[in-house]
């Protein structure tokens, strides 16, 4: 089960509750052995199912996009004016909040130190084009309630 794994320490508070409730709720259906009723089974299996449709609309959230439109402009921003070459390591942080936004940029972020030349069209293709401010790069920094709108914890996967 996921508790223990840092997935759980990236999930929020109220999502954490629910998985450790469908946890209890499989551990004392196996513990029935033969007694347990297939169709409580069945049941378990659909709730577990609808929770998972729950956690992953996460990154739909209005707070998450807002965020990740700000950072994709900043970082792209920031990139254009870097030299080229490998890209700092305080940057490579600020993208590592965007995990799990798009495979390719998480692949490019697991690897070695990315270049400046490999991340920004991967940035371009992403980043908003709403909108004047980020066109010219004018945008503030994002303002969430915690360094990670998709949970209660400073990691970042969604």
Do not use: C, K, Y
């Not at 209890?24 to 609808?50: H, K, M, S, Y």
């Not at 305080?90 to 030349?117: F, K, V, Y």
């Not at 909108?131 to 996967?157: I, K, T």
């Amino acid at each position: 089960m996921l508790i223990g794994r840092d997935e759980f320490l990236d999930m929020r508070i109220r999502d954490r509750a629910t998985v450790r409730a469908l946890q209890r709720r499989v551990l004392d259906w196996l513990r029935l052995g033969d007694l347990a009723n297939p169709l409580t089974g069945v049941r378990i299996w659909q709730d577990l199912r609808g929770a998972v449709e729950i956690f992953r609309q996460v990154s739909r959230r209005q707070e998450v996009i807002v965020h990740d439109e700000a950072l994709l402009t900043m970082s792209w921003v920031a990139l254009q004016e870097a030299p080229p070459g490998p890209v700092a390591p305080a940057q490579l942080a600020e993208l590592a909040r965007l995990e799990g936004l798009d495979a390719s940029l998480d692949h490019l972020l697991r690897g070695s130190p990315p270049t400046r030349e490999a991340l920004l069209p991967i940035l371009e293709r992403l980043r908003p084009r709403t909108g004047d401010a980020s066109a010219r790069g004018d945008v503030q920094p994002p303002r969430a309630r915690s360094p990670n709108p998709r949970g209660d914890s400073s990691h970042g996967p969604r």
